[in-house]
């Protein structure tokens, strides 16, 4: 009987890793997620903290809108001129998520990451409703290239 059911369990494990791998990547993912602030006394293991106008504040770690969300962009330079912003619209589930969010976190921080670091916040002044949020500043000309191959431009009805 041990034989026999570590038979299955290795088929079951076999079975799940190949449906795993089989499933992929479909296409490339936008490596961009905003995280909504949140109180310091909440679950450690669920906020990170983070610096905004030389105060300490904490951010959810699951992001309120990600690369899921996301359907086209547009990019631009930032006042800077020593990066780029961008301009994103999402899916109109994610753009009533955000609204929602956004509608009770007046005076609160919304940091977006991308690319592995955290690139600009924004203090939420109204609820953000329109489908569309914009990363004033961070990115670097070869991340612009990568969501190129990632997402169409707004206005674009394919990839370029």
Not at 29 to 56: C, L, Q, S, W
Not at 91 to 116: E, H, I, N, P, Y
Request: glycine share 8%.
């Amino acid at each position: 009987m041990k034989f026999a059911t570590g038979f299955v369990f290795a088929l079951m494990f076999v079975f799940s890793a190949g449906v795993v791998m089989a499933g992929g990547d479909k296409g490339k993912k936008v490596p961009i997620a905003f995280h909504i602030e949140t109180e310091g006394t909440d679950n450690p293991k669920m906020i990170f903290p983070y610096r905004v106008m030389g105060k300490d504040r904490f951010f959810r770690r699951l992001p309120e809108v990600s690369s899921k969300d996301f359907v086209a962009f547009s990019p631009f330079p930032s006042e800077d001129q020593l990066s780029y912003g961008v301009v994103l619209q999402m899916k109109d589930k994610a753009r009533r998520r955000l609204a929602a969010v956004t509608m009770v976190s007046t005076d609160k921080w919304l940091v977006c990451q991308a690319f592995g670091r955290i690139v600009d916040a924004v203090l939420i002044d109204a609820p953000v409703d329109d489908g569309v949020v914009v990363v004033w500043k961070g990115l670097t000309i070869e991340e612009v290239r990568q969501l190129d191959e990632a997402l169409p431009r707004i206005g674009d009805k394919k990839k370029k």
